[in-house]
């Protein structure tokens, strides 16, 4: 390539890493962050605190950046999830869905986020760790571009996939649920 498809190279390539590096901060913060009542109360906390000019607690501020950085990364899956062109409302709405759902609302449990997350997070991954040796050929193959960054290959985590634990089924019955069939059957007789 000539070196100016070069530099355009090297700009996707660090957007496309500075997409994983986020999302990859996203999914490893989603671990400090409370979801239902205690997550609200964090929240308010965090505004009251905000309001009189107060530190936040570590907890608080991982609660603040999570929100944000999960508004942050709509745009860079937007392409993925719902193709190219402008984002609207609507979309927005449907892309947060697909994201696990907003972090700010009381019902969104943060570990379905993080699983949520952890998936775009391994498909962006692994696209590109693919597409990353093709940028590093290109850059080693001219002089001039030698100057632009080498970019490294990211790890890509082992996230969950509870769909496919529900269809496995158990490897045993619950022993609690043993129990209430015994107590249940005791009454019978």
Same mark, same amino acid.
């Given at each position: 390539?000539?070196?100016?498809d070069v530099k355009?190279?090297?700009?996707?390539t660090? %957007? @496309?890493?500075?997409?994983?590096?986020?999302l990859g901060k /996203?999914?490893?913060?989603?671990? =400090?962050? &409370?979801?239902g009542?205690a997550?609200?109360?964090t929240?308010?906390?965090?505004?009251?605190k905000?309001?009189?000019?107060k530190d /936040?607690s570590p907890? &608080?501020?991982a609660? @603040?950046?999570a929100i944000?950085? @999960?508004?942050?990364?709509?745009g860079?899956?937007r392409?993925?999830?719902?193709?190219?062109g402008?984002?609207?409302?609507q979309?927005? &709405?449907r892309?947060?869905?697909?994201?696990?759902?907003d972090?700010?609302?009381? %019902? %969104?449990?943060?570990?379905t986020?993080k699983?949520?997350?952890g998936?775009?997070?391994?498909?962006k991954a692994?696209d590109y760790? %693919?597409?990353?040796?093709?940028? @590093?050929r290109?850059? =080693?193959?001219?002089?001039s571009?030698?100057k632009? $960054?080498?970019?490294?290959t990211?790890e890509?985590?082992e996230v969950?996939?509870p769909?496919?634990?529900?269809?496995a089924? $158990?490897?045993k019955p619950?022993?609690n649920?043993?129990?209430?069939v015994?107590?249940y059957?005791?009454?019978q007789?």
């Open positions: 390539l000539k070196l100016g355009k190279l090297a700009d996707e660090r %957007t @496309q890493s500075r997409g994983v590096k986020t /996203l999914y490893r913060d989603l671990d =400090a962050v &409370e979801g009542f997550g609200l109360g929240s308010i906390s965090a505004k009251a905000t309001l009189f000019g /936040l907890k &608080e501020m609660r @603040q950046l944000g950085m @999960q508004q942050g990364i709509l860079q899956v392409v993925d999830v719902l193709g190219p402008v984002m609207t409302e979309d927005a &709405e892309l947060i869905i697909y994201l696990g759902g972090l700010r609302n009381l %019902t %969104t449990d943060p570990e986020v699983l949520a997350i998936k775009v997070l391994r498909d692994n760790n %693919t597409d990353l040796p093709f940028y @590093q290109q850059r =080693a193959l001219s002089t571009a030698s632009l $960054p080498n970019f490294k990211v890509v985590p969950r996939d769909a496919s634990e529900v269809l089924g $158990p490897d619950s022993p649920v043993d129990a209430l015994d107590s059957l005791k009454g007789q």
